[in-house]
Every structure is written in structure tokens, then in C-alpha cells.
């Protein structure tokens, strides 16, 4: 795959797509075909490589767009390395996994009043300290750089960006490895549910829900197996 600033296009290869996107509504653009391989499960990896510089969209793109990565039950991963704020930081944190370049740069917000979904809670989710708002605070009408932003724990790792499909590879082979599948689907529908009712909200849902998806995604792979006989 050739990564081209300007050029959006889309790669599935060994059950990933790898899009890359110069815009938001990039996305949009094949939003219907990542669907379709995700319904016939040629797709257990969504990564979503930002190359752009526009990163601006209507409040209701946003929502769509928003309420769309919320409802796949593939992992997402982004991947930037450059200046991130405002729309872009929102896609970049819905992200299940979130990779960054040495050159990535995150602008918080003065507060979280522009952003669809509660930026307050994902950033205390991510960073481990979900009853200290300190924390998160700290971070309102600040500058960090990837070393700052991966220490507290809002990226997953720090990538070379000269090498950055092997690194990708390698990163989704280690996170893959010798995992069933339904059982990583199930495990992130759970938690897109979970995070979406509130940090405060029972956690002992949270394993009955996990129980409930897997259950559900064991029997669908149990027929479609019938149904290749």
C-alpha cells in the first residue's frame, strides 16, 4: 500500500483495511464496502491512517460518523503523526487503539463543550484514574507531544512512522495472536455498550453483557460453520 498526503484510498489485506484518509468524510467514501467485508467477515481490523490536514465537519457528520465507529465490532486503530485537535482528536480518541508518530501533537480543548461524546470520561477511562477529574483537568488548553501523550496512556504506543505498515503488522499480530476472534468481538461490544451507559454506571453489567455477546457471537459462528457443510 502507498501512502500519498492528498490521497484517500482503501487496502483490505489479511483481514484488515487499511484507509487512508485525508478528510473526515474520507471516511464516508467507503464506509458502505468496509460494511459489506465486516458482515462477511473478511475484516477483523479497521485502521484508519490520517495523512491531512482538514480535519473540519458539521456537527451532524460528526454524530454519523461517530455513531458508525461506535457500532463496528472490529478493533479500531488510528494512526497520526502530526497536530491534533478539535474534530480529528475526537475521531482519534473514539478509536479502540490509538498509534502515534514521533511527530503527533495533541491541543486539548479549553473544555469539552465542542466534542459529541464525553471527552472528560474516555480521557480518565484511558489514563486509569476515572474518580480523580485532577487528572483529566490537567490536560484542558494544553500542547502535549507523543512522549507526554503516550505516558499518560491516551496513545498505545509510539511508532516509526518511516516503517509504519510493518510496524502497524507487527502491532495487530502481537494484539492478535492465537485470540478467538468472536471472543475479541464480543469483548469490544461489551465494552462500547458499557462506556456508552457512563463510567457511573453498574459494573456488574459489565461482565453480564460480555456474557451475553459472546454467547450471541458463539452461536452465529456455530450455524455459519453448519452452513458450510
Known amino acids: 500500500m502507498i501512502i500519498e498526503k492528498g490521497k484517500s484510498n482503501l487496502l483490505?489485506?489479511?483481514?484488515?483495511?487499511?484507509?487512508?484518509?485525508?478528510?473526515?468524510?474520507?471516511i464516508f467514501k467507503h464506509k458502505d464496502v468496509i460494511e459489506k467485508n465486516i458482515v462477511e467477515d473478511k475484516i477483523n481490523v479497521l485502521l484508519i491512517i490520517w495523512t491531512g490536514q482538514d480535519n473540519a465537519q458539521t456537527?451532524?457528520?460528526?454524530?454519523?460518523?461517530?455513531?458508525?465507529?461506535?457500532?463496528?465490532?472490529?478493533?479500531?486503530?488510528?494512526?497520526?503523526?502530526?497536530?491534533?485537535?478539535?474534530?480529528l482528536l475526537e475521531l482519534f480518541m473514539t478509536c479502540d487503539i490509538r498509534l502515534g508518530g514521533d511527530n503527533l501533537s495533541i491541543e486539548?480543548?479549553?473544555?469539552?463543550?465542542?466534542?459529541?461524546?464525553?471527552?472528560?470520561?474516555?480521557?480518565?477511562?484511558?489514563?486509569?484514574?476515572?474518580?480523580?477529574?485532577?487528572?483529566?483537568?490537567?490536560?484542558?488548553k494544553t500542547t502535549l507531544h507523543s512522549k507526554e501523550i503516550y505516558k499518560?496512556?491516551?496513545?498505545?504506543?509510539?511508532?516509526?512512522?518511516?516503517?509504519?505498515?510493518?510496524?502497524?503488522?507487527?502491532?495487530?499480530?502481537?494484539?492478535?495472536?492465537?485470540?478467538?476472534?468472536?471472543?475479541?468481538?464480543?469483548?469490544?461490544?461489551?465494552?462500547?455498550h458499557y462506556t456508552h451507559l457512563g463510567l457511573n454506571h453498574n459494573r456488574e453489567l459489565l461482565l453480564e453483557q460480555e456474557s451475553k455477546q459472546f454467547c450471541e457471537l458463539i452461536v452465529k459462528e456455530y450455524y455459519k460453520n453448519e452452513d458450510m457443510r
Open 12 to 26: 483490505i489485506q489479511d483481514a484488515t483495511a487499511f484507509l487512508n484518509i485525508n478528510n473526515l468524510n474520507d
Open 59 to 87: 456537527n451532524d457528520q460528526k454524530v454519523e460518523l461517530y455513531k458508525w465507529l461506535k457500532s463496528l465490532i472490529v478493533l479500531t486503530i488510528g494512526v497520526i503523526n502530526n497536530y491534533c485537535s478539535g474534530d
Open 108 to 140: 486539548f480543548p479549553d473544555d469539552e463543550s465542542v466534542f459529541i461524546f464525553n471527552f472528560e470520561e474516555r480521557c480518565q477511562l484511558l489514563m486509569g484514574n476515572e474518580r480523580n477529574i485532577d487528572g483529566y483537568k490537567s490536560l484542558l
Open 152 to 192: 499518560i496512556g491516551l496513545i498505545n504506543k509510539i511508532i516509526d512512522m518511516d516503517d509504519m505498515l510493518s510496524e502497524v503488522r507487527k502491532y495487530i499480530s502481537k494484539l492478535l495472536k492465537n485470540k478467538n476472534m468472536n471472543q475479541i468481538k464480543s469483548i469490544l461490544k461489551c465494552f462500547k
